[in-house]
């Protein structure tokens, strides 16, 4: 069936508001009363060593996931793009996983890099939207994540509900290695059961972003900054902004600031804090303070805890709904994409079709 618009202006404002919808749905699949329902072949338990690979936006969903493993289950993780990954000479270990992420299932790239690890691993998992794809096909175990087609070439629903199975299959490896009581498990599966309702919170700030689009929408350079699992949203939040509004823009560590990127701060280029009260936040105000000293228009994306502490002199703030430390990264996702898109409908320019780019990238 043809896939339309329904009453949106564009594909990518339809999946953006589609996401709660999507994400229920998807915690519907693999989070049954009875707790985690992932594929049973799915087993963490030897795992030595864990390897995710994936091109673009689901690069970003791995680099976030990895923070996930490695706190959560204790394996030892590694994210690559699958370009590079693949001409590299990757270390690999027959008790290792490997997990290709990818919307289409059908990026060269990450296929090959698939096929490059096929008997060098023990398990090569699939995290796919289409389930019929080459990459769903060719892997031991495969988890749709059951966003619907994808329209919009900025990838948007996909994005946030591979955070969300990813961030099971953390939990699920953590609960196989013994590594989470009854209660601390109870504890993040409701945290990622809120997130339906935290992410539809964060679509209400719609509005108010689209003001804030008006300004960024005047810049050459726009900067984001993460810590921690932010630390890839700010890199997913610069990108979506250069793919559909054309304006340069980079994501950071907060950390690495001051090894670069400070020196091209000024008055003219706004800077994306993305920063919920987690246990990093205070080094991430810190780094903002550093650019709001060289006089850099802030727009900083937090909590009702985050407003309380971040101080005077922050020029727009974005309060999201509070969320636990594996919902803050998928409820995040929401204002970085309200603001890509808002900035290139400000500009003019094709939002569904952005130049030079395609959908699915199946040469390499
Ligand atoms: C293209 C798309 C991106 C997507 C990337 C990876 O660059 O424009 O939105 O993130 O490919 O695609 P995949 O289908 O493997 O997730």
């Known amino acids: 069936a043809r896939v339309e618009k329904a009453g949106y202006r564009h594909f990518m404002a339809k999946e953006i508001a589609e996401q709660p919808r999507v994400l ?8 049954g009363d009875a707790g985690l329902a992932l594929p049973e072949g799915l087993d963490f338990t030897g795992v030595d060593r864990l390897t995710l690979v994936a091109c673009g936006t689901a690069h970003y969903a791995c680099a976030v996931a990895r923070y996930w493993f490695e706190r959560l289950a204790g394996i030892p993780c590694e994210v690559d793009i ?6 590299r000479d990757p270390v690999l270990s027959p008790r290792g996983m490997a997990i290709f992420v990818s919307q289409s299932g059908e990026t060269a790239d990450t296929l090959a890099a698939l096929r490059h690890v096929r008997g060098a691993v023990g398990a090569v998992v699939g995290v796919v939207n289409v389930p019929t794809s080459s990459i769903a096909r060719e892997a031991d175990i495969v988890l749709p994540i059951h966003a619907g087609p994808e329209i919009g070439v900025a990838s948007t629903k996909a994005f946030t509900a591979q955070l969300l199975v990813l961030a ?3 939990l699920r490896a953590a609960d196989q290695r013994g590594r989470l009581d009854a209660a601390g498990l109870e504890r993040h599966l409701a945290d990622l059961r809120g997130v339906p309702g935290l992410v539809n919170a964060a679509l209400a700030l719609d509005a108010e972003v689209a003001e804030i689009a ?8 726009v900067l984001f900054l993460g810590r921690g699992p932010l630390f890839p949203l700010a890199l997913e939040g610069a990108l979506k902004l250069k793919e559909i509004s054309y304006i340069h823009a980079e ?4 950390g690495e600031l001051k090894h670069g990127p400070i020196a091209l701060v000024d008055s003219h280029v706004p800077v994306v804090v993305i920063a919920p009260h987690d246990d990093l936040f205070a080094k991430t105000m810190s780094n903002m303070q550093e650019v709001m000293a060289r006089g850099a228009q802030v727009v900083l994306f937090t909590d009702a805890a985050g407003v309380a502490e971040a101080g005077p002199g922050v020029w727009r703030t974005l309060t ?13 996702a929401v204002p970085a994409q309200l603001l890509a898109y808002h900035t290139a409908v400000a500009k003019g320019t094709d939002v569904d079709q952005p130049r030079n780019l395609a959908k699915s990238v199946t040469v390499e």
Do not use: K
């Not at 229920?24 to 989070?31: D, I, S």
């Not at 699958?82 to 001409?87: D, V």
């Not at 008006?214 to 350079?221: F, K, M, P, R, S």
């Open 320 to 332: 999201l709904p509070t969320a636990g430390w594996l919902a803050a990264p998928i409820v995040h």
């Open 168 to 170: 099971l299959m953390a």
């Open 24 to 31: 229920a749905g998807a915690l519907e699949h693999y989070l």
């Open 82 to 87: 699958a370009s590079e990954f693949r001409y």
């Open 214 to 221: 008006q300004h960024v929408a005047e810049a050459q350079d």
């Open 251 to 254: 994501g950071y560590a907060a």
